[in-house]
Every structure is written in C-alpha cells, then in structure tokens.
C-alpha cells in the first residue's frame, strides 16, 4: 500500500511538494512508499510532474493505481531511492476546482429534482455529468446553474472526514453509489461541500466553494433511457 499524502484533508490536497522512496521498480515506472501524485480514477484524470534525486530529474507522465499501489510512470529511472515529487501544480488545481464543482452540481440536482449522478469525467478546461433518471428543460439548466453559483458566493466551505460505512449508507444510501464499493471497506473517505452535498470520495477537492470561480452549462444531451448528460466549463473566481 502507498500512503495517500492528500487523503487526510482539503488542506493536504494543497501539497504540492514531498518527499518519498522508492520501494518498487518496473521497466518504465516506480512505487513509492508515500505519494502526493492522484492516480486517474472517479472521472479524475491522473497528476502529472516530476520526480527529483541527488543528480536527475524523471518526469512522471502517467499514474495508476491498482490495490492501493500507486504506480508513476516515468520517462527515465531515477539513479537513487529517495526522490523529491513536485506535482505539476496547473493541471492538479484545474481538477481540484473541476471535482468540487461536480460535487456541488450532483448534491444540487439531486436536492431538486431527485436525479442520481451515474456518471462523470472531468478535465482541465471542462467536465460532464450524467445524471439519471433525467429530462432537463432549458429552464432547468438555468436553475441547476443559478443554484450552482449561489453555494460559490455564499462560499461553502469544502470538508473531508473519514466515517463509518454504515453511517455514510444510512444517510446517503439512496443517491450514492455506495454499493459499488467492495464490501470489504468499512471505513470511507467521505467530501462535503457545506450542506449542499455529502458523498464517499477519494478525489482532491477545493478548501471552500469560492474558489471554484462561475459554472457555465455549454449544453444537455440525452444519452437514453432517461440519462441527461450536462457539460459545463468553470470561469476563474477573478474574471
Ligand atoms: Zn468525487
């Protein structure tokens, strides 16, 4: 297993630096004891960056993870077991802003029109949701972001706790995909956007729904059996 260095709390997943030994190599990719790079999963794409030794640098271009290991992908092999990791901090910030608006976008479809979210993918410039059973009309986009951007301004804080699997499938049961999760864990990691939404998560999220900036809904499309799909794009908090 790696330790997950921004699992803890909104405020570890501003971390943008650590360092970390490397406790397995492959032919093109290392494992690390401890990590702050996000494996791709949950519609996050992976983190990208570099790690650094006494001597060299290794760009770290893809990251996966598979039974808790996390592995990085690397264009070089780094020549020493102690590594500096620097998370390209752009790409990270973009998903972070991306992940949280999904979060409050998915807490608030379902507070008013009862629609679970059965799927999403996010990137740096833009992210969809698909959300089911659903028919939106274009007075309901308007509403889902005008409800959107009033959590922004009121500025919700964003936080991350651990709690009890029972706990989290009594209250939330319903709307979340909890049964997904191997029965095995008993213990979820759990992202609470205020009082606006309250789902299990492995993700790395803002500190506070401001930071998010303005959600714009570029479009909805139906992807059948009463699945709409919305796309959105975010404006920065300054423009
Ligand atoms: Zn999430």
Not at 29 to 44: K, S
Not at 178 to 206: A, E, F, M, S
């Amino acid at each position: 297993m790696t330790e997950i260095l921004y699992f803890p709390s909104a405020d570890a997943c501003y971390l943008r630096e650590f360092d970390g030994r490397i406790v397995e190599r492959g032919p093109d990719h290392v494992v690390l004891d401890r990590t702050l790079f996000y494996a791709e999963g949950g519609g996050q794409p992976w983190d990208t960056g570099v790690l650094r030794w006494d001597g060299g640098e290794a760009k770290v271009h893809k990251v996966t993870k598979e039974k808790g290991v996390v592995k990085h992908y690397v264009d070089r092999m780094p020549e020493r077991d102690e590594v500096h990791g620097i998370v390209d901090w752009g790409r990270r910030y973009a998903h972070m802003r991306y992940h949280t608006s999904q979060h409050l976008m998915s807490g608030v479809v379902w507070k008013i029109y009862g629609a679970r979210t059965v799927g999403n993918q996010l990137y740096t410039d833009r992210a969809r949701v698909d959300f089911q059973p659903a028919n939106f009309t274009p007075e309901d986009l308007k509403r889902i972001e005008d409800e959107c951007n009033r959590a922004i301004a009121e500025a919700l804080p964003v936080t991350i706790s651990e709690e009890d699997r029972v706990k989290i499938e009594n209250e939330i049961g319903d709307r979340s995909l909890v049964d997904l999760i191997p029965k095995h864990i008993t213990r979820l990691r759990v992202v609470k956007v205020g009082d606006r939404d309250y789902t299990p998560c492995g993700g790395t999220h803002l500190r506070t729904a401001s930071e998010i900036g303005r959600v714009r809904i570029l479009e909805r499309r139906s992807k059948g059996k009463e699945t709409d799909r919305i796309t959105y794009v975010l404006e920065s908090p300054q423009e």
